[in-house]
T-cell receptor, first 107, second 114 residues
Framework: QQQVKQSPQSLIVQKGGISIINCAYENTAFDYFPWYQQFPGKGPALLIAIRPDVSEKKEGRFTISFNKSAKQFSLHIMDSQPGDSATYFCAVPDMRFGAGTRLTVKP | NAGVTQTPKFQVLKTGQSMTLQCAQDMNHEYMSWYRQDPGMGLRLIHYSVGAGITDQGEVPNGYNVSRSTTEDFPLRLLSAAPSQTSVYFC?????????????FGNGTRLTVT
């Protein structure tokens, strides 16, 4: 069963643009929604996470938006930089991951 | 502080061979897990452990065995390698399973089965 549906699979953004990645989940009991960032040849690392008692969390250029009624959460990267080029995964508390989004930021 | 260490980094096996992927963490984490990463499939959970002596199956456990005799180590055994097991394998650990307990990943083992 697919617990987490992530889109898009790949994303190309110009430097300075906004990158948006979406995830939809099924289990309404989930109470923690992290995003992980993975660079080539490395393991994923926690980027930012949100709990469902807030609708938005911002850390620098990275923002998570959470819509509990729609069972969706999104990652927004403002002022995208070439150094943000990586694969991004959303996850849910039972350690299931989305399929990943390969982000390329063109200079 | 090494974090999560996986060995080897690369491995090539012939069909039918067996091998063990090693994983060690030095953060005193109770929860450890194994994932495989395939293109377009994300990270799929193979097996996990919530503490020494306790293991359980994840989404794709067939063809793999695990054991957890110590808090630090969580090896993954391939019993009889098949080409379908060609993948990148990641070990992860966390303080607990769930809320506000992020996973810490190793840098992976790239396995090719011919």
């Amino acid at each position: 069963q697919q617990q987490v549906k992530q889109s898009p699979q790949s994303l190309i953004v110009q430097k300075g643009g906004i990158s948006i990645i979406n995830c939809a989940y099924e289990n309404t009991a989930f109470d923690y929604f992290p995003w992980y960032q993975q660079f080539p040849g490395k393991g994923p690392a926690l980027l930012i996470a949100i709990r469902p008692d807030v609708s938005e969390k911002k850390e620098g250029r990275f923002t998570i938006s959470f819509n509990k009624s729609a069972k969706q959460f999104s990652l927004h990267i403002m002022d995208s930089q070439p150094g943000d080029s990586a694969t991004y995964f959303c996850a849910v508390p039972d350690m299931r991951f989305g399929a990943g989004t390969r982000l390329t930021v063109k200079p | 502080n090494a974090g999560v260490t996986q060995t080897p980094k690369f491995q090539v096996l012939k069909t039918g061979q067996s091998m063990t992927l090693q994983c060690a963490q030095d953060m005193n984490h109770e929860y450890m897990s194994w994932y495989r990463q395939d293109p377009g499939m994300g990270l799929r959970l193979i097996h996990y452990s919530v503490g020494a002596g306790i293991t359980d199956q994840g989404e794709v456990p067939n063809g793999y065995n695990v054991s957890r005799s110590t808090t630090e180590d969580f090896p993954l055994r391939l019993l009889s390698a098949a080409p379908s097991q060609t993948s990148v394998y990641f070990c992860a650990s966390s303080y607990s399973k769930g809320v506000d307990s992020p996973l810490h990943f190793g840098n992976g083992t790239r396995l090719t089965v011919t």
